[in-house]
């Protein structure tokens, strides 16, 4: 199973740890490249400096070098070399080439006034680093007016000197080396904190989720409370809390419902049921009762009747509420109508039957539709009075759409706080029922079968007409 905590903790932890080493890494190489472009200037300024030490002049060269000045040219401790050749001889080396058997320095092959770095065995055995140049020795300036020649004049004749200064560079080594290790020891210092700071700030960052789900594990159908309190919850859960919380409310009323649906479906078997067992009962006790025993064929039928219709009705909005898609047809709405009047006014009740010239035809399911507007206009029959007309008015919007209209004056008193009651299962305006031919299902089938065309209906009461509406 997927963990968004552990996800979050191993995205977060790789992400960051790669970044840090990433400029760890960056920092090592620019701080090892400084050190050790640090020390070859450092070489290149202690050559700069030896070199000034070499004068030409009329008597030849001489080399002022004071190893007073420069011990590290003269002790074993640490030492560091140089030597000088000139017209390929040697001309000078130091006092630290005479302590080893190995008392030169390699030569190298480089143009006059460059310079190249080469790492080399020092004399002593130790890893070293070398500088390589050719120079011409400088003349002073006294001597140059002396001669009244100028600098380019006196080095077309001079003969160049080589030079190499040596190094140990065992503590660069060492200090590149201190410093790497300190990367080391930072890269994985660092992998571990920011595992463990992710961690914990992914649980913190977390935890109102598992409030959420405490909250949400302590409500059911039946408690008093129905809802997650958004105040503590952070603005990114405030959302699905509210949903959440809209659909406990909907679960709710649609829980309601059942068991009020639950409890009038019991009631209304239980009455005919009830008359069975008595009807039973008494001819049992009485079975030479002529009058008793004639009647009974007769009363089981009408109540058998009475539990079958109560049936069908429950199995037809069970229908109506099923998830499969109805098949669709080209149904004439004007000539359905026509014959659902003339099948429905078993007592030649007046209707004022409305509608354009032309046929209005809608694709729909016919057997959804032929159910939906027998039930209104039964429904019409039933709840108006005798000497009123039931009025039928087909037209179509702007948008083609059908609009069916059924009006009738009712018969009971109605308010508009009913309407919103009349689609309901099993409701009835008389509440003790009293009626053996209405059970309450008629309209909670109409709903369920226009929601199921994706047709709309509703009601309005003007006075005590209440008319019917339905457009698809």
């Given at each position: ?67 007073e ?31 080893f058997e ?24 130790r ?45 660069l ?5 201190f ?79 059942e ?9 209304e ?44 009705s ?6 109506s ?12 709405v ?33 057997f ?10 039964n ?58 031919e ?35």
């Amino acid at each position: 199973m997927n963990s968004i905590h552990k996800k979050l903790s191993r995205y977060l932890s790789i992400s960051i740890s790669l970044l840090l080493v990433s400029i760890l890494l960056a920092t090592d190489i620019s701080v090892d490249t400084w050190i050790s472009e640090q020390f070859d200037r450092a070489m290149v300024n202690k050559v700069g400096l030896l070199e000034t030490l070499v004068e030409e002049d009329e008597e030849g060269l001489e080399f002022d070098f004071a190893g007073e000045f420069m011990p590290e040219f003269e002790g074993k401790e640490n030492p560091e070399y140089f030597q000088l050749w000139y017209k390929e001889k040697v001309f000078e080396r130091s006092d630290t080439l005479e302590l080893f058997e190995i008392r030169d320095l390699p030569r190298l092959n480089v143009k006059l006034g460059e310079s190249t770095f080469q790492n080399v065995i020092l004399p002593d055995g130790r890893a070293g680093r070398m500088l390589y140049t050719k120079f011409l020795p400088q003349i002073e300036s006294e001597h140059r007016q002396q001669l009244g020649l100028t600098r380019e004049e006196i080095t077309k004749n001079q003969q160049p000197m080589e030079f190499a200064y040596a190094l140990s560079t065992e503590e660069l080594d060492y200090v590149l080396w201190f410093v790497d290790v300190i990367f080391i020891i930072t890269s994985i210092l660092a992998v571990f904190a920011v595992r463990k700071i992710v961690t914990v700030v992914v649980s913190n960052s977390l935890e109102p989720i598992n409030e959420f789900n405490t909250q949400l594990s302590k409500i059911n159908l039946n408690s008093d409370n129905l809802e997650v309190s958004v105040e503590t919850l952070p603005q990114e859960l405030v959302p699905i809390a509210k949903g959440v919380n809209q659909f406990i409310k909907e679960n709710h009323s649609l829980y309601l419902r059942e068991q009020r649906i639950t409890s009038d479906i019991a009631h209304e078997l239980k009455t005919p049921i009830a008359e069975l067992l008595s009807l039973s009962e008494v001819a049992l006790k009485f079975p030479h009762e002529k009058q008793i025993t004639d009647n009974l064929v007769n009363d089981v039928y009408e109540i058998s009747s009475r539990l079958k219709h109560i049936v069908n009705s429950i199995m037809l909005l069970q229908k109506s509420s099923s998830s499969h898609d109805l098949p669709k047809s080209k149904v004439d709405v004007i000539e359905l109508l026509n014959k659902i009047i003339n099948r429905e006014n078993l007592e030649r009740r007046e209707v004022k039957f409305q509608h354009e010239a032309a046929p209005v035809i809608v694709e729909t399911n016919r057997f959804a539709l032929d159910t939906v507007l027998s039930n209104l206009i039964n429904n019409a029959f039933f709840y108006s009075p005798n000497d009123t007309a039931i009025e039928v008015l087909i037209s179509k919007a702007s948008d083609e759409k059908a609009i069916i209209k059924i009006s009738n004056v009712s018969n009971q008193e109605c308010q508009e706080a009913d309407l919103k009651m009349f689609f309901d299962p099993l409701w009835q305006k008389d509440e003790s029922r009293t009626s053996t031919e209405r059970f309450g299902l008629g309209l909670a089938i109409v709903k369920s079968y226009c929601k199921k065309l994706g047709a709309s209906v509703s009601v309005t009461l003007v006075e005590k007409a209440i008319t019917f509406t339905v457009s698809l």
